[in-house]
C-alpha cells in the first residue's frame, strides 16, 4: 500500500510538470533570452503549481492508505475478538466441572484411612484436578484484561497489604513464611487495583511454590522520584533448565519445584500468570523481570511509574 501511494504521488507530480511545461513555447526554452523572463515569472508560477498539486496528491495518497489500512485490519480485529470469547466461553464450561470433579476427589480423599495405598494416588489426582483448575483461571485471566488507556492512580500501601495477608494464610499452610517490608502512603500508581492485585498473587504465590519449607518469601518496595519498584526475593533453588528472560512466556517451563518444596506435585512451569504479570506492567508503561536468580534464591522486580500527586 505504501508503494501504491508514491507511485500515485509521482505519477501525479510528473503530471503537473508536464501540464505545466507544456504551457512553455519550446522556443522560449531554447531562446537564452527568455531564460530569465521565465525564471522570474512563469518559473515561480509553475513551482508553486506543481507544489500544490503534490500536496493534494499526498493527501489523495495518505486518505487512500487510511481507508485501506482500516479494511485490512478490521478482519483481524474481528478474528481475535471471536478467538477471545470462545477461550472465555470454553473455560467458563470447564470451570464448573473441573471445580466439582476437585470437590468428590477431596471427599474421597478424606473417607481414606491414612495407611490405605489408595490415598497417595488419590492425592495425585488431586493435584492434576487443581492445576487443571489454575490452567482455566489463567486462561480466564488471559482474556479478561483491562482496556488500554489512561488509568487512575491507586494507592499501593493497602493492596500490598490486602494481598500479602492473604498469602501469608497459603504460606503458612505451605511452610512458608510471606513478609513485607513497610510503604509510604503517598505512592500510588497507574495501574488497575484488580489487574495489580493479581499480577502480586502471581508473582508471591510462584515464590511461595518455590520456596522450600521453613524460608520466608520477601515483599520489598522502592520508592523512587518517578518510579516504584516491588521485589518479591524468595529462598529457592532459583531458576533452573530456562533462561530467567523467558520465565515471563506464555506456559514456561522450567525445572520445576525441588521434592520438598511446597510447589512439588503441583503443575510444573509458570502458567500464564507472571506472562500476565508483564502483560499489567507493560500496559502501565513499565516492565517486570528477573533481577537475580541462583541457588540461594530468585528475585522478581515488578517495575511500574508513579503517579505524580493532584
Given at each position: 500500500m505504501?508503494v501504491a501511494?508514491?507511485v500515485?504521488?509521482?505519477?501525479?507530480?510528473?503530471a503537473?510538470?508536464s501540464?505545466?511545461?507544456?504551457?512553455?513555447?519550446?522556443?522560449?526554452?531554447?531562446?537564452?533570452?527568455?531564460?530569465?523572463?521565465?525564471?522570474?515569472v512563469?518559473?515561480?508560477?509553475?513551482?508553486t503549481?506543481?507544489?500544490?498539486?503534490g500536496l493534494?496528491?499526498?493527501v489523495?495518497?495518505?486518505?487512500?492508505?487510511?481507508?485501506?489500512?482500516?479494511?485490512?485490519?478490521?478482519?483481524?480485529?474481528?478474528?481475535?475478538?471471536?478467538q477471545?470469547?470462545?477461550?472465555?466461553?470454553?473455560?467458563h464450561?470447564?470451570?464448573?466441572?473441573l471445580?466439582?470433579?476437585?470437590?468428590?476427589?477431596?471427599?474421597?480423599?478424606?473417607?481414606?484411612?491414612?495407611?490405605?495405598?489408595?490415598?497417595?494416588?488419590?492425592?495425585?489426582l488431586?493435584?492434576?484436578?487443581?492445576?487443571?483448575?489454575?490452567?482455566?483461571?489463567?486462561l480466564?485471566d488471559?482474556?479478561?484484561?483491562?482496556?488500554?488507556?489512561?488509568q487512575?492512580?491507586?494507592?499501593?500501601?493497602?493492596?500490598?497489604?490486602?494481598?500479602?495477608?492473604?498469602?501469608?494464610m497459603?504460606?503458612?499452610?505451605?511452610?512458608?513464611?510471606?513478609?513485607?517490608?513497610?510503604?509510604?502512603?503517598d505512592?500510588?500508581?497507574?495501574v488497575?487495583?484488580?489487574s495489580?492485585?493479581?499480577?502480586?498473587?502471581a508473582?508471591?504465590?510462584n515464590?511461595?511454590?518455590?520456596?522450600?519449607?521453613?524460608?520466608?518469601?520477601?515483599?520489598?518496595?522502592?520508592?523512587?522520584?518517578?518510579?516504584?519498584r516491588?521485589a518479591v526475593r524468595?529462598?529457592?533453588?532459583?531458576?533452573?533448565?530456562?533462561?530467567?528472560?523467558?520465565?515471563?512466556?506464555?506456559?514456561?517451563?522450567?525445572?520445576g519445584?525441588i521434592?520438598?518444596?511446597?510447589?512439588?506435585g503441583s503443575?510444573?512451569?509458570?502458567?500464564?500468570g507472571?506472562?500476565l504479570?508483564?502483560?499489567?506492567?507493560?500496559?502501565a508503561?513499565?516492565?517486570?523481570?528477573?533481577?537475580d536468580t541462583?541457588?540461594?534464591?530468585?528475585?522478581?522486580?515488578?517495575?511500574?511509574?508513579?503517579?505524580?500527586?493532584?
Amino acid at each position: 500500500m505504501t508503494v501504491a501511494a508514491t507511485v500515485l504521488v509521482v505519477a501525479v507530480l510528473v503530471a503537473a510538470s508536464s501540464i505545466v511545461l507544456g504551457q512553455i513555447p519550446l522556443s522560449h526554452l531554447l531562446d537564452r533570452r527568455h531564460h530569465e523572463e521565465f525564471i522570474d515569472v512563469g518559473g515561480l508560477d509553475a513551482l508553486t503549481g506543481i507544489v500544490v498539486i503534490g500536496l493534494i496528491a499526498i493527501v489523495l495518497a495518505c486518505a487512500l492508505s487510511l481507508v485501506a489500512t482500516r479494511r485490512v485490519v478490521a478482519p483481524l480485529v474481528d478474528a481475535l475478538a471471536r478467538q477471545r470469547r470462545f477461550v472465555a466461553d470454553a473455560s467458563h464450561e470447564l470451570r464448573t466441572p473441573l471445580a466439582v470433579l476437585d470437590a468428590r476427589l477431596q471427599v474421597l480423599e478424606r473417607s481414606l484411612a491414612p495407611q490405605d495405598a489408595h490415598r497417595r494416588i488419590v492425592g495425585e489426582l488431586r493435584a492434576d484436578s487443581r492445576a487443571l483448575i489454575a490452567v482455566v483461571a489463567d486462561l480466564l485471566d488471559a482474556v479478561d484484561v483491562a482496556s488500554p488507556g489512561r488509568q487512575p492512580p491507586v494507592e499501593l500501601a493497602p493492596i500490598i497489604e490486602v494481598v500479602v495477608s492473604s498469602m501469608r494464610m497459603l504460606g503458612q499452610d505451605r511452610g512458608v513464611r510471606v513478609t513485607a517490608g513497610a510503604v509510604a502512603p503517598d505512592v500510588r500508581v497507574p495501574v488497575p487495583e484488580t489487574s495489580l492485585q493479581r499480577a502480586l498473587v502471581a508473582v508471591i504465590d510462584n515464590a511461595v511454590k518455590n520456596s522450600t519449607a521453613g524460608q520466608a518469601v520477601e515483599v520489598t518496595v522502592v520508592a523512587e522520584r518517578s518510579r516504584v519498584r516491588i521485589a518479591v526475593r524468595d529462598h529457592g533453588p532459583g531458576i533452573r533448565g530456562i533462561p530467567p528472560e523467558r520465565v515471563f512466556d506464555r506456559f514456561a517451563h522450567a525445572g520445576g519445584p525441588i521434592p520438598g518444596s511446597p510447589g512439588a506435585g503441583s503443575r510444573p512451569g509458570f502458567g500464564i500468570g507472571l506472562s500476565l504479570v508483564q502483560d499489567t506492567a507493560g500496559r502501565a508503561g513499565g516492565w517486570v523481570e528477573v533481577t537475580d536468580t541462583s541457588p540461594a534464591g530468585t528475585t522478581i522486580t515488578i517495575a511500574l511509574p508513579r503517579a505524580r500527586r493532584g
